[in-house]
């Protein structure tokens, strides 16, 4: 069974960072893509959540417009473990954070704009205040 376990979220003032990982199990990080979405708190539609960041095994990755030179997304294969490294943080970045992982999704650039993904975990709430 595949689960996978976000943590890191918080709550920071504008302008700075954080750092939200997603340990996963059952699932070979080495296979398909991985990545972050985000949607407004209270709103669990998977369907409305925004593609964030997405990494695929060939090391390829896709970040949404409005982070870029912000936010950086990583993996670690030996632990399983999916990173996003959130700088220069916005109130507009506020939303429940959600961890995903697709073996079926061979790039980065599907994986982020795609409406069906297998797995994904169960958020993480990050808070900027202005």
């Known amino acids: 069974q595949v689960q996978l376990v976000e943590s890191g979220g918080g709550s920071v003032q504008a302008g700075g960072s954080l750092r939200l990982s997603c340990v996963v199990s059952?699932?070979?990080?080495?296979?398909?893509?991985m990545g972050w979405f985000r949607q407004p708190p209270g709103d669990e539609r998977e369907e409305e959540r925004e593609?964030?960041?997405?990494?695929?095994?060939?090391?390829?990755?896709s970040y949404r417009d409005s982070v870029k030179g912000r936010f950086t997304i990583s993996k670690d294969t030996a632990t399983n473990t999916l990173y996003l490294q959130m700088n220069n943080l916005k109130p507009e970045d506020s939303a429940m954070y959600y961890c995903?992982?697709?073996?079926?999704?061979?790039?980065?650039?599907?994986?982020?704009?795609?409406?069906?993904?297998?797995?994904w975990g169960q958020g993480t709430l990050v808070t900027v205040s202005s």
């Open positions: 995903a992982a697709d073996p079926y999704i061979l790039f980065a650039t599907t994986m982020r704009t795609s409406r069906a993904i297998n797995h």
């Open positions: 059952g699932y070979t990080s080495s296979r398909g893509s």
């Open positions: 593609g964030v960041a997405t990494i695929d095994s060939y090391g390829t990755t």
